[in-house]
Antibody, heavy 119, light 109 residues
Framework: QVELQESGPGLVKPSQTLSLTCTVS??????????WSWIRQPPGKGLEWIGF???????HYDPSLKSRVTISMDKSNNQFSLKLTSVSAADTAVYFC???????????WGQGTLVAVSS | DVQMTQSPSSLSASAGDRVTITCRAS??????LAWYQQKPGKAPKLLIY???TLQSGVPSRFRGRGSGTDFTLTISSLQPEDVATYYC???????????FGQGTKVEIK
């Protein structure tokens, strides 16, 4: 079955770059008409879509984060990654990776990983 | 950019009650709407996509309706295991391509 697992540092200093990786098993990220998404949730708040990358390699980002976000794919390791630059305390959140199908929503999710931004 | 607005932000109902959550898009999105259920400390779970299609394995007491700008999620008979926060999400192509509503917390009296 399809499984996703986030990994990366749980603590990042302000102004530095947050880097997370999502390892996917059970399906190839470079095949099929899928989007591979990053979504975050600040403590006690709602879900915020960050962006996604299509299996073809094209990426789209939320306008509010576009200047600081890069999502990329590592097809050889079946992983996709998130980089968020110039972080502040407002970027503290649980970060989820998920599979997104254009007409069906996000059907598989990782368990989420908490990233705190603090000095 | 399209905005998604859910109401109410929270509700409390008795077990067995019928519960309805509303999601409104600031512009038409066809039927490109999904509903998710999130329990504390867990990842969201897809309940409904295409505004009204039940994801496999989701109980039939959940029903989604609507198109264009106005959508509803109804739980026909609220169960204790339905205590969660529910989110709508648009996924049409208009920018931004994905957007969540702010969530509705459902509790049992």
């Amino acid at each position: 079955q399809v499984e996703l697992q986030e990994s990366g540092p749980g603590l990042v200093k302000p102004s530095q770059t947050l880097s997370l990786t999502c390892t996917v098993s059970g399906v190839s990220i470079s095949s099929g008409d899928y989007y591979w998404s990053w979504i975050r949730q600040p403590p006690g708040k709602g879900l915020e879509w960050i962006g996604f990358i299509h299996s073809s390699g094209s990426a789209h980002y939320d306008p509010s984060l576009k200047s600081r976000v890069t999502i990329s794919m590592d097809k050889s390791n079946n992983q996709f990654s998130l980089k968020l630059t110039s972080v502040s305390a407002a970027d503290t959140a649980v970060y989820f990776c998920a599979r997104d199908i254009d007409f069906s929503g996000n059907d598989y999710w990782g368990q989420g990983t908490l990233v705190a931004v603090s000095s | 950019d399209v905005q998604m607005t859910q109401s109410p932000s929270s509700l409390s109902a008795s077990a067995g009650d019928r519960v309805t959550i509303t999601c409104r898009a600031s512009q038409g999105i066809g039927n490109y709407l999904a509903w998710y259920q999130q329990k504390p400390g867990k990842a969201p779970k897809l309940l409904i996509y295409g505004a009204s299609t039940l994801q496999s394995g989701v109980p039939s007491r959940f029903r989604g309706r609507g198109s264009g700008t106005d959508f509803t999620l109804t739980i026909s008979s609220l169960q204790p295991e339905d205590v969660a926060t529910y989110y709508c999400q648009k996924y049409d192509s208009a920018p931004p391509p994905r957007k969540f509503g702010q969530g509705t917390k459902v509790e049992i009296k």
